[in-house]
């Protein structure tokens, strides 16, 4: 099992940054991608950004350079660097962990955090 914990979110005014966090627990060892999605309301959650055990990233088209993803190991911590936000960021963002537990890749998510970017 793996849990998830976001924290950063909030409200910003168009242009501004913001950093959401996502600490990990349990099976950490098991983690081999680490995944921030959005959800606006009304619209299917997007992926956004990923991160892999050995460092590859990739990115939405929507969000490139624009945001980062990052993580620190030390801190079983993911990070979502978000800057020149824009009103269609708003959204919920979920981090997404997918982990090989006894064999099967498993989907675990985190509870979800608001950003609102103001026009």
């Known amino acids: 099992q793996v849990q998830l914990v976001e924290s950063g979110g909030g409200l910003v005014q168009t242009g501004g940054s913001l950093r959401l966090s996502c600490a990990a627990s349990?099976?950490?060892?098991?983690?081999?991608?680490l995944e921030w999605y959005r959800q606006a309301p009304g619209a299917q959650r997007d992926l956004v950004a990923t991160?892999?055990?050995?460092?590859?990233?990739n990115y939405a088209d929507s969000v490139k350079g624009r945001f980062t993803i990052s993580r620190d190991n030390a801190k079983n911590t993911v990070y979502l660097q978000m800057n020149s936000l824009k009103p269609e960021d708003t959204a919920v963002y979920y981090c997404?962990?997918?982990?090989?537990?006894?064999?099967?890749?498993?989907?675990?998510w985190g509870q979800g955090i608001q950003v609102t970017v103001s026009s």
């Open positions: 997404n962990a997918i982990a090989n537990i006894s064999g099967r890749f498993r989907s675990y």
């Open positions: 349990g099976s950490i060892f098991s983690i081999y991608k």
């Open positions: 991160i892999t055990s050995g460092g590859t990233t």
